[in-house]
């Protein structure tokens, strides 16, 4: 196993992976031998971006794993490296004194494989030097657990404090916790499902459909092209975006008015389609469609009972301290779902419910709410 705090050379970043990246924990490491997946099928040359914050005390017993969402990153909170839009994805939750008490604790983020902001995946350069594009192998989200077992032994984390995760992070902080039962000591697992169910994969369909009807996705090998699926990929995300967000809230915030400045008589948009077009620009430009396709089918794979005798069956393993929370106006993976995992758990409890106009966005939004749920997590 090699580990460094430069990005590997032969990989394009659409984040902030630069030679002299001034946040010196952001780093990577590269697994020595391929990776098995669970199609049976090997993937060479795996390198997993991280960033840690805090340190590892003397027994290794601090440590807290938190796994981002679909299109999210390793970037929890801090300076944006140059080139970087914006900041961390959950400022106000981890930080010296926070709830994810970096004083306290050693915490890693890793980006997942199959990703575009620091690990391998489908534009990253395969074996022969080009861009894996349409040979990169399906991964499962088990897969990207194994992968993240050779980035936890390399810190020298025995077992994680806690695993948190929402949304795609969820189902991974789930699979985590369900095939390193004596890794995870606590879970957090937050707005997502112990299957994917069929509403989710019928909202991930027409998704798939636009970015692969792109004149330039040419089966998934366009990287070298200079060409990128954009109008497929800015579709999707639009979709996906409605699905994220409360009905009421889109209501509320943009009603029937036309955007600012433009004529409804004139081809001009709604504000709220304006919104949407803002939203699909900014994916576009930080995030690669062919891991959008690769993540978005992984998820649609997510089934934690697969091969474990069923759902109720594989959450009796779950770390007895495991809180399971969703947002009360999530439409894309609603309540219900977590209240399955919750009854499932060796302790059942009642699931924790984030309120928030904000639809399945609101465990990224709701921070004062999902701090409370960390902090209680840490204390049990
Ligand atoms: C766990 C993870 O890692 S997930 C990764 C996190 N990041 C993302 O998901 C990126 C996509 N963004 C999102 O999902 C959400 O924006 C969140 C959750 C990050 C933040 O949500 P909110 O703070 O509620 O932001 P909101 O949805 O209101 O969007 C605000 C943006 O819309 C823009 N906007 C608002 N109204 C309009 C309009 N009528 N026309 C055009 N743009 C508009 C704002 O200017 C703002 O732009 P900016 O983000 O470039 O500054
Ligand atoms: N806004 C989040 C939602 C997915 O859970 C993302 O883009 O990853």
Request: hydrophobic letters at 40%; charged letters at 20%; glycine letters at 12%.
């Amino acid at each position: 196993m090699t580990q460094g705090s430069a990005p590997p050379a032969d990989r394009l970043p659409y984040g902030g992976w630069r030679e002299g990246d001034p946040v010196a924990a952001r780093r990577w490491v590269a697994l020595e031998h391929p990776l098995e997946l669970e199609s049976g099928r090997h993937l060479p040359g795996v390198r997993l971006a991280y960033q840690t914050w805090g340190r590892l005390d003397r027994e290794g017993s601090n440590a807290v794993l938190v796994l981002h969402a679909l299109t999210g990153d390793a970037h929890l909170t801090g300076p944006a490296a140059p080139g970087q839009a914006g900041p961390g994805w959950w400022e106000g939750v981890v930080g010296p004194g926070l709830a994810l008490d970096t004083d306290r604790y050693f915490v890693v983020a890793p980006n997942v494989l199959g990703g575009c902001q620091g690990s391998t995946g489908p534009s990253s350069k395969g074996p022969d030097g080009s861009p894996w594009g349409s040979r990169f192998p399906r991964l499962t989200l088990r897969d990207t657990v194994r992968a993240e077992t050779a980035l936890a032994d390399a810190l020298g984390v025995s077992s994680w404090a806690a695993v948190i995760g929402g949304s795609m992070g969820g189902m991974r902080a789930l699979e985590w916790s369900l095939i390193h039962p004596d890794r995870v000591r606590r879970a957090l697992v937050m707005a997502c499902p112990a299957a994917t169910s069929a509403w989710q994969i019928a909202w991930a369909a027409p998704q798939l459909h636009a970015i692969r009807s792109d004149p330039h996705w040419l089966d998934g090998d366009y990287h070298d092209t200079g060409r990128v699926p954009s109008e497929g990929l800015g579709v999707a995300r639009r979709i996906a975006h409605i699905t994220y967000r409360g009905s009421r809230e889109l209501d509320e915030r943009f009603g029937r008015l036309p955007q600012e400045g433009e004529d409804l008589d004139d081809r001009g948009r709604y504000a709220v389609e304006s919104y949407l077009d803002h939203q699909a620009g900014k994916l576009v430009r930080r995030f690669d469609a062919a891991s959008y396709v690769l993540l978005t089918e992984a998820m649609n794979a997510h089934d934690v009972g697969r091969g474990r005798g069923g759902v109720a069956t594989a959450l009796k393993a779950m770390p007895e301290r495991t809180i399971v929370a969703g947002v009360d106006t999530d439409h894309l993976y609603p309540l219900h779902q977590q209240e399955e995992i919750a009854c499932h758990l060796p302790v059942p409890g009642r699931v924790r419910v984030i309120e928030s106009a904000q639809g399945h966005d609101g465990f990224l939004t709701a921070t004062d709410q999902v701090s409370a749920l960390v902090e209680e997590l840490l204390a049990r």
